[in-house]
């Protein structure tokens, strides 16, 4: 007698769920849907997402990203339509906290669909992504200007460049100096942890990571100034791992890339005297070592900004405002070693701390003798 009643009842129940009765919105949702749609993929388009173009390659990045917004805005309308209706028209509502709805197996068809648009959808995507990125990396074709090489070091937290100059002998830099509408190719190589080259207008960016050389290729579209930035965490000067690339015509390139050269060949030929160099041979040495470093001391210019050089860097301190009094006892201990009396406003480990090591008693002299030169200007 009491199994017949549950059995009854159960029924009764399933029937009486004022929750099965309830209208479908359907036409509501599409349009609803459609129209969000519509509004996302336009907000896609006219917020103005990225920096300025400044290669030839951002074009084919920027398409990238808006194919992306097309694509992905639908699915997005779609999954929060759906889940707010549902939300709304399907709560609980005084009365029913008891109530629950009939079990059911699910649709087997849906589910296949479900599944296979969006995973084609996907396979689309990424062959179109990889399409791209081949092709924008692609060597310049015959005829072209000669592409530019660009072996770019990282360390922490300074940036260092180095070019062939126009004699097929090294050119090292703090500054990165690059010809507009010419291709370069970056070899990019760490001398410690992971780092990660990236100039947000040019849009490419790439790991360099410690025991291998990693590359790409991008060609300058505008002339200006923008800041080279370190996308990797790499420590605690991260954040201040930035240095300046400046985009000129090919002639200014090329006047840049003589006066790089004829510093350094004048430096180069001091320190080969013969007999001890004199306080201006020196100063002009510790010059060329504070712009360029020396293979293995990442340039100081990388680091701090310091007028007399043409450097401008942020990561420390600005030497035109602290070197000002400074002793060379006090200048040669700044170098050997950093973390004794760190800069107001900076913290430990943001200078490497090896310079003793990867300097030669000479270069540190020459190194001083130019910074208390110029501390004396």
């Known amino acids: 007698m009491g199994e017949e009643t549950v059995s009854e ?66 699915f997005f309308v779609l999954v929060t339509v759906i889940t707010l209706y549902c939300v709304w028209q399907f709560r609980e509502r005084p009365g029913e906290e008891g109530l629950d709805g009939p079990s059911i197996h699910g649709n087997t068809g849906l589910e296949i669909v479900w599944t296979t648009i969006p995973a084609i959808l996907l396979i689309g995507l990424c062959t179109y992504a990889y399409v791209t990125l081949t092709n924008v990396e692609e060597a310049p074709a015959a005829g072209a200007p000669k592409e530019l090489r660009v072996d770019v070091t990282g360390q922490q937290f300074a940036w260092t460049f180095a070019y062939r100059g126009l004699d097929g002998k090294p050119v090292k830099s ?19 942890v992971l780092h990660d080259f990236w100039v947000p207008e040019f849009r490419m960016k790439i790991d360099a990571v410690p025991g291998i050389t990693t590359s790409y290729r991008i060609t300058p579209s505008k002339l200006g100034s923008w800041s080279v930035v370190c996308a990797e965490l790499c420590g605690v000067g991260h954040a201040l791992m930035r240095q300046k690339v400046t985009v000129v015509t090919p002639e200014r390139f090329d006047a840049w890339i003589r006066r790089k050269q004829a510093g350094g060949m004048a430096a180069t030929g001091a320190a080969g005297g013969g007999g001890a160099a004199d306080a201006t041979d020196q100063a002009a040495i510790g010059k060329t070592l504070f712009a360029e470093g020396n293979g293995e001391a990442t340039a100081c210019g990388a680091c701090h900004t310091l007028s007399d050089a043409g450097t401008s860097g942020a990561t420390g301190p600005n030497l035109d405002e602290v070197l000002k009094g400074w002793t060379p006892a006090q200048i040669a201990e700044a170098i050997e070693n950093p973390n004794k009396d ?9 200078m490497p701390a090896n310079y003793g090591d990867t300097l030669t008693k000479q270069e540190l002299a020459a190194l001083v003798a130019y910074l208390e030169k110029t501390a004396a200007k």
Do not use: C, M, N
Request: charged fraction near 20%.
């Open 9 to 74: 009842q159960a029924p009764a129940r399933e029937q009486a769920d004022p929750r099965r009765d309830r209208p479908v919105h359907v036409w509501t949702l599409v349009a609803i849907g459609l129209v969000a749609t519509a509004i996302g993929i336009a907000l896609g388009f006219a917020i103005d997402w990225f920096p300025v173009r400044g290669s030839t390659q951002a074009d084919d990045i920027d398409t990238v990203y808006h194919v992306l917004v097309v694509a992905s805005v639908p």
């Open 174 to 192: 703090a500054e990165l100096v690059l010809p507009k509408d010419r291709s370069v190719k970056f070899q990019i190589r760490t001398l410690d």
């Open 342 to 350: 760190v800069a107001k406003g900076y913290t430990e480990g943001i």
